[in-house]
């Protein structure tokens, strides 16, 4: 085994592309690196990091413009179909044919493949059966969901065992159900057929999994070793703290990360923050800081190391483009405008399409100045809660008010009072950032000198470059732009759909920094999302699966309630769904 | 060990390329539906032919010699004479367009036609001037004819000097029907709308849904997918040929009188430059809307304008008729025009053909390289 | 009176977005400018019925001083070009089946000794009929020829036909053809600017994001409709540029009232566009359907050939085509210099169709949006 070839051998690998800005910038500069076949190995690293470039060259799709790279012992400049047609590739956005069934997506790739027919209906079943796709084999790739479309395109990658398999970002955008899932069917295939697996990734446990680490940043690789010793570099320095009683996790949070010269990353989770220290951070500033709560020591993880190479690789450079806080937090004393009713109202509320109910039966209250999640597996309602909560999607009964407006009667007239941050950046991207901002003021009403200054104000709040063209935003400043759209006409309620999808750890810190800050400025958020992480921002979550609604409260009291030990709201997460999804099934055998 | 994979992959891919064109109906729509409205828009609907054309006939001079002068316009079956009082009324019927010509007897006609010197105006309305040309010709012919008859008679000037008649003969369309050259000029029309059209979007929506990515990492080579993406577009093509042509035949009586199976074959030649040329318009562009407009303007519209179809390019400018020559329409309307109408020329058959084979190959190099496996 | 004024304000905010996000591409801005342009060109020197240039063949068996008399008025028209002097009747065949010549003439062994002895000498005249307006064309212009030769003679027609043709003395098919292409070039773009619209910002994932705004779809129809009508009329304008100072036909109408038809003309197309976009799905389904559309609208519109020449079921449904009258309207106001009374039948059909499809797509918008 330790004899083995390498599967990937890389030196000295270079690949330039034109910058939005016409200059040239090394998406991946000079990295070195080899593999060991039988592995699995990740990519990990922040958005720009030039894993898709590597990916994509291993793939053979990029010619590198240096160095030298050959994968399962072929040179790549020379006879990258000979690599094409032993390696099994996963991109990012897995182009599934929409308009095909699932059936014949996986046939297409069989046949393409030259999986002899034999051998193709036990393959079948057996991804079928691990997918979970087996009853919806004859439906459109374009009718499933995200989850879904993901399994089916891991399914269409390992329709054969490669020899290879480079999967690039395969969790982005998936719930953690299905997310487990597709790490269970690779490491299944690991170990029945040997396979060597390389994947980026963003997630870190997810990394963790892996036999080999490479942290990636900006084209350069950080560091590379097994998740243990990369681990061990952030021992001694990650703590664990308990706010006050009555101080939420998530304002502590918000004054640690603000103090980067003590602090490298915080982060609330279970009613605690944890924190890692500056390694040359002063223990009485720091004591200060944490307003005399107790800091205690706890064992480091793979993200600790993780947002401390990031921190160090970046310097103090990164630092500066974190959002300032909002202006005019209000740090205590009432919500403004807060008359102790509730600003979002659902009772009943039922969206049927055809004899498919997608949200069955959902009552719920969201307070004025509250962060609100909601959280489910893909497909389980809550974007078609969303819509309906939006105003995009009439209800088909029950009754629904958002800002004290019934939405079925006046619908113009609720839009006006909120804001809304779709899940893919949905702006013009052909459009500056002042052009969207103006075309938002002056679709919602906004006029005159009131437009230009709220323009002009936002742009600086959120650090905007009035000048660049939205589209070739890095995606967190593509966020960021959504987010001061939303806020324009300054709403009583922010709606935020799935808003840290696909965005790397860094940029995910900065955007709920802002979070908090707006929410103590008196605006309502409702968000979903696929972090689960991120419901510890939240004042309260819902969970809803197959349009039920199964749990509502607290991050406390829904982690009380799945009956897990304390633990990461991850695991809180599947076990209430899966003990949910248990009970209909009782229920429809005993029916 | 190649030729059977490479079978087995191109079937894979023919077959997944069908049930993509299948699924969308907007697809069959303009692939089929449209061909029969136009077959049968340009079979019944078109036509250049002046028929019944009203004309106003003012006879300021109402004398039997005058009423005689104009009388060929009566029995002529392209005009129907309307008669109207005064040269106002009947200027006003020009303006409103309620008449396309005025035929005006001054009043001293009969006086001059005893001098040999008699006039009759013709007016007539520039704004469409195939109408007015065509109607020039039938007044004087009509008035032609009059005059001939009574020479033929006898006693008027001129009688006995010897004049020189046409006996004109129209070689492959007797009739002069415009649905006998519009009818084989839409079997081009088709093909290039099929052909270019319809897949000029083919590769660029692939790059736009980003299917393309995880395709390429698989055995599949460039050819065959280039062949795959072709092949249902064939036969959609082919099916339209057979409408054509059972139209051509059984609904208008144009005649075939070349050989059908080189119809066919000149028609499948042509039919493949024009797939080839709307693939590799999409495999540049890689966006569909660029994509369908550049095809609209390279393949199309030339197809249309310049290929002679509608416009004989005798009449245009040198430079026009250059660039009609690099038009590959211009070759298979050359031929297909005369293969319905004259007969076989295999002459022109093989010069064209080759012209329209040396196409194909360029493109077929052209739109493989276009998907030669690469992001960058 | 306030509420109206904010409802303009928020229109006219999307009105300028669509503007900006259009012309901001430069290549759209080609695609914009750069087609209409080729297609005036192309058009203006490509599309002509006028026969300038007429080869023929001439079999002369009579090899008289009559026979070559009347060759030589032939040649003197400066249209008829000798190609082929040919020596049997079987070469005929042979030069007009591969085009070479667009007519043969054959004058027969008698020819001057019919003519010398009083009586008629009958002289044959072979056209390609593979493209009938060109044949006919081509005889009419033998039978002027024959005309003036047999009157030379002192033995034709006493009656002279004295031809004066209106608001296009020369009959020059360009003064036909290129007015109408004001309205005619700029309808393809138009009407799939405006099909695209909606299905682009749905396919791009930006529809919601208008859609949680304040707009109404009203407010977000005229929105998307003004600046396709906007674009609608400068590409006419540009079309109108080449034909009045290009090819240099001179206009009779006022440039107002043809501004005024156009814009009439122009939001008939836009209505259909949108209409279009309200039933399409995405952008493939809008353009090809947009194509369906216009194939039909083009032929049908009298532009090529006479709406009389049409069945009546066909006549009675260009009723419905904006582009019917779009044409006529424009010829009229710029050849005919016809004033707002001569024109007014062309406007209601117009004005109708735009009546009709435009509220069709707020309410489409509507009742499939939901």
């Known amino acids: 085994m330790i004899d083995a070839p390498p599967s990937v051998v890389i030196e000295g690998l270079r690949k330039t592309f034109s910058g939005p800005d016409g200059k040239p910038f090394d998406a991946v500069a000079g990295i070195s690196l080899s593999i060991r076949p039988g592995t699995l190995t990740a990519f990990v690293g922040p958005d720009g990091a030039g894993k898709t470039t590597l990916m994509r060259m291993m793939a053979g799709l990029l010619r590198p413009d240096g160095g030298k790279l050959s994968v399962l012992g072929i040179d790549l400049l020379v006879d990258p179909q000979s690599v094409q047609n032993r390696i099994s590739y996963m991109p990012q956005r897995f182009g599934l044919y929409e308009d095909l069934s699932v059936q014949e997506n996986l046939d297409l790739y069989a046949d393409l493949h030259g999986v002899p027919p034999a051998v193709r209906a036990e393959r079948f079943s057996r991804l079928l059966a691990m997918t979970d796709l087996a009853s919806f084999t004859q439906r459109p790739a374009g009718k499933l969901s995200g989850g879904m479309k993901q399994k089916l395109g891991l399914a269409c990658t390992l329709v054969r065992v490669p020899d290879l398999l480079l999967l690039d970002e395969p969790s982005v955008g998936v719930d953690p159900l299905s997310r487990r899932d597709l790490w269970r069917i690779i490491e299944q295939l690991i170990e029945a057929e040997g396979l060597s697996v390389i994947a980026s990734t963003a997630y870190m446990d997810e990394a963790q999994r892996c036999d080999q680490v490479f942290v990636l940043n900006r084209g350069a690789l950080l560091a590379e070793g097994t998740p243990a010793a990369l681990t061990a570099r952030a021992d001694g320095l990650t703590y664990v703290v308990t706010p006050d009683a009555d101080v939420p996790a998530r304002d502590l949070q918000a004054r640690l990360i603000d103090a980067p010269g003590l602090v490298v990353d915080a982060v609330p989770s279970g009613g605690q923050v944890r924190f890692i220290r500056q390694p040359a951070c002063d223990d009485a500033r720091l004591k200060e800081l944490l307003h005399g709560c107790d800091a205690q020591p706890r064992e480091a993880e793979l993200e600790d190391a993780f947002m401390l190479l990031l921190h160090e690789h970046e310097g103090p450079a990164r630092e500066a483009s974190v959002p300032p806080p909002l202006a005019a937090g209000r740090a205590d004393g009432p919500i403004p405008g807060d008359d102790g009713a509730p600003v979002i109202l659902v009772r009943d509320l039922v969206r049927r399409f055809g004899d498919f109910t997608a949200v069955a039966n959902t009552s719920f209250d969201v307070r004025r100045g509250e962060i609100f999640g909601l959280l489910g597996p893909n497909g389980a309602g809550k974007t078609t809660t969303f819509r309906m909560l939006c105003g995009l999607l009439p209800a088909s009964s029950g009754e629904l008010r958002v800002a004290g407006v019934n939405l079925r009667t006046a619908r113009a007239a609720a839009r006006a009072r909120i804001g809304y941050v779709a899940q893919k950046f949905s702006l013009y991207s052909n459009l500056t950032v002042r052009e969207n901002l103006d075309f938002f003021g002056g679709a919602y009403g906004l006029r005159g000198k009131r437009r230009q200054d709220r323009v002009r104000e936002i742009i600086r709040q959120f650090d905007l470059d009035p000048s660049a063209p939205s589209g070739n935003l890095p995606l967190g400043y593509k966020q960021r732009l959504a987010m001061a759209a939303g806020l324009l006409h300054e709403p009583e309620i922010l709606f935020l759909d799935e808003p840290t999808s696909g965005i790397d750890p860094l940029a995910r810190r900065a955007f709920w920094r802002t979070i908090t800050a707006l929410s103590q400025a008196g605006v309502t958020i409702v968000v979903t999302t696929h972090f689960m992480e991120e419901a510890e921002y939240c004042d309260r979550v819902a969970i809803q699966d197959a349009g039920r609604l199964l749990a509502l409260g607290t991050p406390r009291e829904v982690r009380a309630r799945s009956g897990t030990a304390a633990g990461h709201m991850n695991e809180a997460f599947i076990a209430i769904v899966e003990q949910a999804r248990a009970a209909e099934g009782h229920a429809r055998v005993a029916a | ?376 | 009176m306030e509420r109206l004024v904010a409802s303009l304000a928020q229109i006219l905010a999307l009105c300028r977005k669509e503007i900006i996000a259009l012309l901001k591409d430069p290549a759209n801005r080609v695609i914009l400018a750069a087609p209409i342009m080729i297609q005036s060109m192309l058009f203006g020197y490509a599309a002509t019925f006028d026969l300038k240039h007429v080869p023929y063949a001439v079999l002369d068996q009579s090899r008289s001083a009559a026979s070559t008399a009347f060759l030589a008025r032939l040649d003197g028209t400066g249209v008829f070009e000798r190609e082929a002097t040919l020596a049997s009747p079987g070469q005929i065949a042979e030069v007009i089946e591969d085009g070479k010549v667009l007519l043969a003439i054959s004058i027969p062994a008698d020819f001057a000794t019919r003519l010398a002895a009083g009586r008629e000498a009958p002289l044959q005249v072979i056209l390609d009929g593979r493209n009938s307006t060109t044949a006919g064309a081509a005889a009419g212009y033998v039978a002027a020829v024959t005309m003036a030769f047999n009157k030379a003679r002192g033995a034709a027609s006493p009656i002279t036909v004295e031809r004066r043709a209106w608001f296009n003395p020369n009959l020059d098919s360009r003064w036909q053809i290129m007015p109408a292409m004001i309205a005619t070039l700029s309808m393809l773009q138009t009407l799939l600017l405006a099909a695209l619209s909606i299905a682009r910002e749905r396919e791009q994932g930006t529809f919601d994001q208008l859609l949680v705004t304040p707009l109404t779809p009203l407010q977000i129809l005229v929105g998307k409709a003004v600046p396709a009508i906007m674009v609608g009329v400068m590409q006419s304008t540009l079309v109108l540029l080449v034909v009045r100072f290009w090819f240099q036909i001179p206009m009779a109408g006022s440039p107002w009232l043809l501004y005024l038809g156009l814009l009439g003309f122009t939001g008939a197309s836009v209505g259909i566009g949108m209409s279009i976009s309200a039933l399409s799905l995405n952008m493939q389904q809008a353009m090809l359907h947009t194509f369906l559309v216009i194939m039909p609208l083009t032929l049908l519109s009298g532009l090529l050939t006479p709406v009389r020449n049409m069945p009546d079921v066909l006549r009675i449904a260009t009723y419905a085509n904006p582009l019917r009258f779009g044409v006529d309207l424009v010829r009229r106001v710029y050849l005919e210099g016809a004033g707002l009374g001569d024109v007014v039948f062309d406007f209601l059909p117009m004005v109708a169709v735009a009546g009709v499809t435009l509220p069709l797509a707020a309410w489409l918008f509507r009742n499939r949006l939901a």
């Open chain 2, 1 to 376: 060990m190649n030729g059977a994979p490479f079978l087995r992959r191109l079937i894979a891919l023919i077959r997944k390329e069908s049930r993509q064109m299948l699924r969308d109906r907007s697809n069959l729509l303009v692939g089929l539906l449209l061909p029969m409205g136009l077959i049968l828009l340009f079979g019944y609907g078109l036509s250049f032919d002046v028929t019944d054309a009203p004309v106003a006939m003012v006879l300021e001079d109402n004398s039997a010699v005058a009423r005689e002068a104009v009388s060929g316009i009566e029995g002529s079956p392209y005009m129907v004479p309307v008669r109207v009082g005064t040269m106002a009324e009947a200027e006003a019927m020009l303006r409103s367009g309620k008449v396309d010509a005025i035929v005006r007897v001054p009043v001293d006609f009969a006086r001059r036609q005893g001098q040999g010197d008699a006039r009759v105006q013709l007016i007539l309305n520039g704004l469409d001037t195939t109408m007015a040309t065509s109607l020039e010709a039938y007044v004087n012919g009509a008035i032609g004819t009059v005059v001939q008859r009574r020479m033929d008679r006898g006693g008027v000037v001129g009688a006995g000097v010897g004049n020189v008649v046409l006996v004109q003969r129209i070689w492959f369309n007797e009739a002069g029907d415009s649905t006998w050259y519009l009818v084989p000029g839409l079997v081009v029309l088709i093909m290039t709308l099929v052909g270019a059209f319809l897949t000029s979007m083919l590769i660029a929506r692939e790059w736009e849904r980003g299917t393309l990515e995880a395709l390429f990492v698989t055995p599949v080579r460039p050819l065959e997918l280039v062949l795959a993406k072709i092949a249902p577009y064939l036969v959609v093509g082919l099916i339209d040929l057979a409408m054509c042509i059972v139209a051509a035949r059984v609904l208008f009586n144009v005649p075939i009188r070349g050989s059908l199976l080189v119809i066919l074959a000149a028609s499948l030649l042509y039919l493949i430059v024009s797939l080839l040329m709307g693939l590799f318009i999409s495999g540049i562009t890689r966006n569909q809307f660029a994509a369908s407009q550049m095809a609209l303007l390279v393949s199309f519209m030339p197809a249309l304008m310049l290929s002679g179809f509608v416009f004989d390019l005798r009449n245009v400018p040198l430079v026009v008729r250059i660039v009609s020559q690099l038009v590959p329409a211009t070759h298979f309307v050359g031929v297909v025009k005369t293969l319905f109408l004259a007969g076989t020329d295999w002459a022109m058959v093989l010069r064209n053909g080759a012209i329209m084979l040396g196409y194909s190959l360029v493109l077929l190099t052209l739109t493989w390289r276009t998907l030669r496996k690469r992001l960058d």
